[in-house]
């Protein structure tokens, strides 16, 4: 009976590779599958027939199967595993005795069959090795640990930013630098760290979605961070108790609610009413001032305490037009750019960036790229320009230059179609611009993609840095991007400092109504962090079954590589929306003048839809990114979205999906490259699989790095906080959160105990399905053992 149930499984197994592999066969992929169905329902007819030549028909398949995936992945192992596992499994239950002694009618003939499956199972591990030695190596170097050189020597020892153990910003300073001069925690130190205090901030009020994605601020004694409804909390710096609480009342009706942190801004005279100040920005447009001992408004400033974002940006702008970065203090100015909600409708509000007084909250300055001669508030019923491109990540300034810098987003409205957009749109979508800090006029701009149709926007800070090299010392501008290419300029010109080149795109047509850019830029001298494109070989899945499904999956979709412009017919982006750097951004060791930055590795499926068809045609919006209708409005055409899953819900290309890189600035060399995070909190369906494989999970946070030589991270999937050798990138500690830690941590010292704190926000993030939470969890060295 067990033999026959057996067979009967091997022969569903076998048909559904046979049936998968002639359509994959059609459609101009591998034969194995064809092959290796055959082979299966052979064995699987012997079986049900209790002919012991079944078992020699499946270790031939198997020791097959072994040198057709090694010459096929070149060993790596992450691809071997749905090639090989549930084979492997297969042949290890048809060597059990109840399959055995269901077969031996004859003396001997069991034996002799069970031998040959399992001799032949041994010997296919060699022979798979050696098949791979007469294959060209075609392992992506990106995906190759150890690449490079040693760290470069030590170049400064100077440090952007204030007070050494403060955290005075976003990214600690204005240039969003991301590292901190203390070294209390180092390699010798850190595996000590424990948990020091935690605090709950509260969940959201009822039908408000809202992580707290904020990176805490560290003054004196006092740490201030937002919760994801804008709420703004004090606490004290060394025990987590708070010291008060500012209820922002946003409201319901906007649903989904994010922020990422607050600004401090200090008079140059403390006097008057509160000379010191936290500045935070509401996703309801707020602009509000609070003195940072008290909590109160400052009502000096704007209207008792509060400046509306909404003037000029149109009737409907509430709820659509949201700020989640924090502002930028730079001098006695806030400047504060916004997100318009993507992909709703083309005629959406501005994307102005504006300026305001620190002290008054009066209107300083605008820049609107569609009026770039008018530089004031509209004046009646006139508005800033719809549509266009706004920054919704933090902006980086360099006071000494007198220039912001903003990373540019698509135009607001529709993302995948740019056949209304205007000269302007395309001469600014997905751009990083420098304005003068005083007027807000544009000193300069350089366009990271060309016509975007991929919602390739700039989701990370600039992030300003003085490299040294032979020639003499540049002010240098780095802006990572969800293509997974790094781009380095001049930032007082703009212009290259690491060479860019323009390389043709692929030449596929767009919708009716649209173009596509014949040339995108590269920066060739730097690593690109986007991988290879995708191949067939390049699959994934749990089992042979849902690989298969991947590679039909990918044979059916258009796909020339990166830039595949999107169309009527489903094509594959690569990397999709949430690839490559998000807002997570980048950190530098700016003692070793070193850069860390971090990519993820995700497809996405996308498809435009004539009106007619969204009329009946729609994607549930589902929890995570099980997929997505954009409905583009006023636009000729709707789009579906999904991540490029198996039926199991994991994505179809191998592992991993996360990784993190160290990049010598000054010589560009990719000094080391591995993934971030364990399979533990992944799985298919979403059902954590608690594996302590190092599969790199999709990730969403920054890192920060030390003087201490250590860079500190959570981000991904994995519920966890680590902390990494910044020459290596090794892991050196690890440390469970109670909730998922998409946020940016922060570390600062404490004078009254004489310990370095790090702190990160663990709340969970809707797009990566973490766990949900409220916590800020603070870690230091034990008291007295520092």
Partial sequence: ?????????????????????????????????????????????????????GLAIYAVYFAASVAWAFAETGGEPWSLLPRLM??????????????????????????????????LNLIALPLGSFVHRLQPQTTDPIFQAGVQPTFPARVSTRTMGDVAGSWSSYGRDIQNSRFSPLAQLNADSVDKLEVAWTYRAGLPPAGVLGSIEATPLKIGNLLYFCTGYNDVVALDAETGRQRWRYNARTPR????????????????????????????????????????????????????????????LGPKALGEFVVTSPPLIVGDKIVTGGKVIDNVYWGAPSGVIRAFDAITGKFAWAFDVGRLDRRSEPSGQDTYTPSTPNSWVPLSADEKLGLVYAALANPAGADMYGGMRRPFDDAFGSSVVALDIRTGALRWKFQTVHHDLWDYD??????????????????????????????VLDRLTGKPIFEIVERRAPS??????????????????????????????????LSPIDQLWCRIAFRRVR????????????????????????????????????????????????RLLTREEAKTHKIEVAKGELGRYLPQGNTPYAVEQRPFLSPLGVPCNRPPYNTYAAIDLRSGRLLWHRPLGTARDSGPFGIPSMLPLDMGPPAQG??????????????????????????????????????????????????????????????????????PGDFLVAFALPKGKQ
């Fill in 508 to 541: 596929g047509r767009p919708a009716p109504g649209d173009w596509h850019a014949r040339t995108q830029p590269f920066s060739p001298r730097l690593p690109s962090l986007q991988g290879s494109d995708f191949r067939e070989t390049d699959m994934w899945g």
């Fill in 1 to 53: 009976m067990i033999l026959r149930a057996s067979a009967v499984a091997l022969a569903a197994f076998g048909l559904i590779q046979l049936a998968g592999g002639i359509w994959l066969l059609d459609l101009g992929g591998t034969a194995y599958y064809v092959v290796a169905g055959i082979a299966l329902v052979g064995c699987a007819f012997c079986l049900w027939r209790h002919r012991t030549v």
């Fill in 458 to 487: 700039l989701a990370s800070p600039p992030t300003l840095v003085d490299i040294p090299f032979a020639s003499g010392l540049r002010h240098a501008l780095v802006q990572p991007t969800k293509r997974g290419e790094i781009f």
């Fill in 702 to 771: 920054g890192a920060i790095a030390t003087r201490g030589g250590l860079l500190f991270v959570a981000a991904t999937q994995e519920r966890a906080i680590r902390a990494l050798d910044a020459r290596t990138g090794r892991e050196l500690w690890k440390r469970r959160l109670p909730a998922g830690g998409q946020a940016t941590p922060a570390t600062y010292w404490s004078e009254q105990s004489g310990r370095q704190f790090v702190v990160i926000a663990a709340s969970g993030n809707l797009g990566l399905q973490t766990k």
């Fill in 86 to 119: 549930l084979p492997a499994l297969i042949g290890m239950w048809l060597c059990t005795p109840m399959i055995t002694r269901s077969l031996a009618s004859a003396p001997g003939r069991g034996r002799v069959s069970v031998g040959a499956l399992v001799a």
């Fill in 253 to 312: 009706s906007i649903p989904l609610q994010q922020c990422r942190g607050v600004s401090y801004f200090r008079k140059t005279t403390p006097s008057g009413e509160c000379p010191a100040r936290i500045i935070t920005a509401t996703v309801d447009a707020r602009l509000v001032a609070l003195d940072a001992i008290s909590g109160k408004p400052c009502e000096t400033f704007g209207d008792h305490g509060v400046v509306s974002l909404l003037r000029g």
């Fill in 559 to 606: 796909y020339d590589g990166i830039f595949t412009p999107p169309g009527l017919t489903e094509s594959l982006e690569y990397p999709g929306y949430a690839g490559g750097t998000s807002w997570g951004g980048a950190s530098v060791d700016l003692d070793h003048m070193v850069l860390f930055v971090s990519a993820n590795h995700i497809g996405l499926r996308t």
